[in-house]
Nanobody
Framework: VQLVESGGGLVQAGGSLRLSCAAS????????MGWYRQPPGKPREFGGV???????HYEHFVRGRFTISKDNGKNTMYLQMNSLEPGDTADYYC??????????????WGQGTQVTVTS
């Protein structure tokens, strides 16, 4: 599957952005989808995940500010980011996990979209 991200850009602190992660096929087969981010010069860090049933869980640093959702009809997952801070500046990557016929979990990644928050 191909995952294509969009929605990144430049925003002032306190502002909002909505990232999209569009899949090339139905997302109903994914057991979960989620987001990581990689701040400049730092390792990639987990941001949040949404299950096939729609339950979302977040890393502590985004809880209350970011919301993950998905539209099965559009094969797209979203990351709504509010109250953005300069510390949220990073490349954001979406992923999708599916269970193969072998029983193994396979993870697909998007290409990343850049978010820059200015003070």
């Amino acid at each position: 599957v191909q995952l294509v991200e969009s929605g990144g850009g430049l925003v002032q602190a306190g502002g909002s952005l909505r990232l999209s992660c569009a899949a090339s096929r139905s997302i109903l087969n994914f057991v979960q989808m989620g987001w990581y981010r990689q701040p400049p010069g730092k390792p990639r860090e987990f941001g949040g995940v949404i299950s096939s049933g729609g339950a979302a869980h977040y890393e502590h640093f985004v809880r209350g500010r970011f919301t993950i959702s998905k539209d099965n009809g559009k094969n797209t997952m979203y990351l709504q980011m509010n109250s953005l801070e300069p510390g949220d500046t990073a490349d954001y990557y979406c992923y999708a996990d599916e269970i193969l016929s072998t029983g193994q979990t396979f993870r697909s990644w998007g290409q990343g979209t850049q978010v820059t928050v200015t003070s």
